[in-house]
């Protein structure tokens, strides 16, 4: 990105805490933007509208210099349909459950050592820059994973879906081999 260029989700909901002031038994976190901001979520991801937004999270000390964030992110949005461009309404419901280290202390694995990631594991911690975590950014991600990549409005169809056409769907593939066959000769050779 050049410097004329500029994220459109930088500050579009500027919600940020300072870990090293959370109290002992954590902080409760709102995040409700205002219709202003809900129009310019819609137009930095590409969608029709963001109808409601709302996050609630749980922002509690983690060991000696992290944080966790526990919550929820909740949202009403519409996206266009990929087949007919009508509205298609979808509710977002994401949990949010995230614990954020210091890269010192993420880093004690030293960087020659493979990284054996379990995919049904906890997920590895989140670094912690300048000791700070940007709330906003964190559940705008979330808010991103949870969107319909695909939106379908019900009883949409492509047209080779809607003629009927499913010859050949469930033949197994050809073989890569089929097409050598027919280049062998008649003598055996």
């Known amino acids: 990105m050049t410097e004329s260029e500029t994220d459109p989700l930088d500050g579009l909901i500027p919600e940020t805490i300072e870990v090293a002031t959370l109290p002992r038994d ?60 009508e509205p298609v309404p979808q509710h977002l419901d994401e949990d949010v459950d995230l614990v954020f280290l210091p890269a010192e202390d993420s880093a004690r694995r030293k960087p020659e050592e493979e990284l054996d990631i379990d995919p049904e594991g906890e997920d590895p911690p989140e670094i912690l820059e300048d000791g700070r975590i940007d709330l906003g950014a964190l559940v705008l ?28 769907r469930n033949d197994p593939p050809p073989s890569p081999f089929a097409a050598l066959k027919g280049l062998k000769t008649n003598d055996g050779a």
């Open 26 to 85: 954590g902080t409760n976190v709102a995040i409700v933007p205002d219709a202003g901001t809900l129009a310019r979520i819609a137009a930095a991801f590409g969608i029709v509208a963001v109808d409601a937004f709302a996050a609630e999270l749980t922002v509690r000390p983690f060991r000696r210099n992290g944080a966790s964030v526990k919550g929820r992110l909740e949202a009403d949005v519409v996206q266009s349909c990929v087949v007919t461009l």
């Open 141 to 168: 991600e979330h808010f991103a994973l949870g969107l319909d990549p695909y939106p379908r409005k019900e009883g949409a169809f492509l047209p080779e879906e809607e003629a009927g056409d499913t010859a050949g």
